[in-house]
C-alpha cells in the first residue's frame, strides 16, 4: 500500500512554454501533497505544500505565479511549471501523507524535467 | 548554519558490515525523525519513523534518537550490495507538517 505515481517521469520541453506534472496517490486520500525539487547529489528542496481544496504555502524564494500547484482533490495534485526556462531543468517530487497516518510521508517516483 | 546535518560520506562498506548514519540538528522543536533510502533517479522511500526519543527496531534496521544531543541514528545490521542507495535523514516539528532533510549520505556495500 502507500502507493504515489508522477506523470510524467520526463519530460522536454522548450524555453517558454508550460508543463504539468501531476502527483496521484493510488491507494489512500491524501489531505496534504508536498512538491519538492531536487538538484543533482543535492538533498530535497521543499517548494510548497498543497492541502487539498485550499491554497498551497509556498516556501520563501519560490514563485508561486511561476510553480503553480492545485489539489483539486484527495488523490491529486499538479504542480504547472510556467514559462520554463533552462534553469528550470530539475527532477521535481512529490509526496503525500495518508489522511488517515499524517505523520507519514509517501513520495512519488519524481519527475526530470529539461527545459531546452 | 543548516537545521539538519548529516554526515556527508560517501560511505563505502563491505558486505556484512555494520552500518551507522548519522544526522545532528539545532532545532530543539523537532519531533518526529524518519530516515529514507533513495535509490538513483527515483522518489525516496520511507524507512524509519520514530517520534521523539528512543530506539525503534525493523528487520536489519534500528533508528536512534537522542533528543537531549540534537542527534539521531540509523544502523544497518549485516548490510547487503542492495543497500547501496542514499540515506536521507529528515525531521518535522509535527505530524503532517514539512520535514527539514539532510543532504544525504551516499552509501555503497561491496560484495
Known amino acids: 500500500g502507500a502507493v504515489v505515481s508522477q506523470h510524467p517521469s520526463w519530460v522536454i520541453c522548450k524555453s517558454g512554454t508550460s508543463v504539468k506534472i501531476e502527483c496521484r496517490s493510488l491507494d489512500f486520500q491524501a489531505t496534504t501533497m508536498f512538491w519538492y525539487r531536487q538538484f543533482p547529489k543535492q538533498s530535497l528542496m521543499l517548494m510548497a505544500t498543497s492541502n487539498e481544496g485550499s491554497k498551497a504555502t509556498y516556501e520563501q524564494g519560490v514563485e508561486k505565479d511561476k510553480f503553480l500547484i492545485n489539489h483539486a482533490s484527495l488523490t491529486l495534485s499538479t504542480l504547472t511549471v510556467t514559462s520554463a526556462h533552462p534553469e528550470d531543468s530539475s527532477f521535481y517530487i512529490c509526496?503525500?501523507?495518508?489522511?488517515?497516518?499524517?505523520?507519514?510521508?509517501?513520495f512519488g517516483p519524481g519527475t526530470r524535467l529539461t527545459v531546452t | 548554519q543548516k537545521e539538519v546535518e548529516q554526515d556527508p560520506g560517501p560511505l563505502s562498506v563491505p558486505e556484512g558490515a555494520i552500518v551507522s548514519l548519522n544526522c545532528t540538528y539545532s532545532?530543539?522543536?523537532?519531533?518526529?525523525f524518519m530516515w529514507y533510502r533513495q535509490y538513483s533517479r527515483k522518489g525516496p522511500e520511507l524507512l524509519m519513523y520514530?517520534?521523539?526519543?528512543g530506539n525503534k527496531e525493523d528487520g536489519r534496521f534500528t533508528a536512534q534518537v537522542d533528543k537531549s544531543s540534537k542527534y539521531i541514528s540509523l544502523f544497518i545490521r549485516d548490510s547487503q550490495p542492495s543497500d547501496s542507495a542514499t540515506y536521507l535523514c529528515a525531521m518535522s516539528t509535527k505530524p503532517s507538517g514539512k520535514s527539514t532533510f539532510g543532504d544525504g549520505t551516499t552509501l555503497t556495500v561491496k560484495p
Open positions: 532545532n530543539s522543536a523537532f519531533q518526529y
Open positions: 520514530t517520534y521523539s526519543s
Open positions: 509526496s503525500a501523507s495518508p489522511t488517515s497516518r499524517s505523520y507519514e510521508q509517501y
